[in-house]
């Protein structure tokens, strides 16, 4: 029952920015964008979340669009160590529902 | 960032046996847990709301009486598989609440994940 949808898959290449999107179209007024990351047989690593405004950390950065019905986030220089699954999660009480999220891989 | 810890990080039990995992937040008091299952090449399925001090909130289709779960404290929330089958073999993992005073909202923090095989 995730709310969310992402492309499957997605490559990119060493040191270029990886760009993934998200589609949240029924996003209700107090839901929040959070982005989490699971390299393989770990726990997902949270990256970033955001309200309306786009965010910036020292992991990446979130754009939301004015409408808020999608999202993108931005890993600035993707590095070998980045190539993971990425979940794209609306939520507003934490309950994370997980969607199947984007395969990134990032090759040398 | 914050830390939640599982343990143990895998666990192999008979078939029949109980298996409890532990979820720990190191930093913090986590009044609100969340126990999640994930099979082979598939997503994190949420089995359940952990509150500290009452009962646990379990989604359609989760048996509460074989996937017990206790949050006895602000800092530990447990969850013991009882009578283990081999269809019960998962990669079960659990994650913690917490209040950041910059946002005014709460974030969740994942733990490292319980690797169960069930023989």
């Known amino acids: 029952d995730a709310k969310t949808t992402q492309p499957p898959s997605m490559d990119c290449a060493e040191g270029r920015a990886a760009n993934l999107p998200c589609n949240h179209s029924?996003?209700?007024?107090?839901?929040?964008v959070y982005w989490y990351r699971q390299i393989h047989s770990q726990g997902p690593q949270y990256i970033i979340h955001?309200?309306?405004n786009n965010e910036t950390n020292e992991m990446a950065s979130l754009i939301i669009t004015e409408d808020r019905k999608s999202s993108t986030l931005i890993l600035p220089h993707a590095t070998l160590r980045d190539t993971a699954v990425y979940y794209c999660?609306?939520?507003?009480?934490?309950?994370?529902?997980f969607g199947a999220g984007t395969r990134l891989t990032v090759k040398p | 960032g914050a830390v939640v810890s599982q343990h143990p990080s895998w666990v192999i039990c008979k078939s029949g046996t109980s298996v409890k995992i532990e979820c720990r937040s190191l930093?913090?008091?986590?009044?609100?847990m969340f126990w999640y299952r994930q099979f082979p090449k598939q997503s994190l399925m949420l089995m359940a709301t952990?509150?500290?001090?009452?009962?646990?909130?379990?989604e359609q289709g989760v048996e509460k009486d074989k996937f017990l779960i206790n949050h006895a404290s602000l800092t530990l929330s447990t969850l013991t598989v009882t009578s283990a089958h081999p269809e019960d073999s998962s990669f079960y993992i659990c994650?913690?609440?917490?209040?950041?005073?910059?946002?005014?909202?709460?974030?969740?923090?994942f733990g490292q994940g319980t690797r169960l095989t069930v023989v």
């Open positions: 994650s913690a609440e917490i209040t950041t005073f910059s946002y005014m909202n709460t974030e969740a923090f």
């Open positions: 029924t996003i209700s007024g107090n839901e929040y």
């Open positions: 955001g309200l309306k």
């Open positions: 999660i609306v939520s507003y009480n934490n309950d994370m529902r």
């Open positions: 930093d913090f008091q986590a009044t609100t």
């Open positions: 952990s509150n500290e001090g009452s009962k646990a909130t379990y």
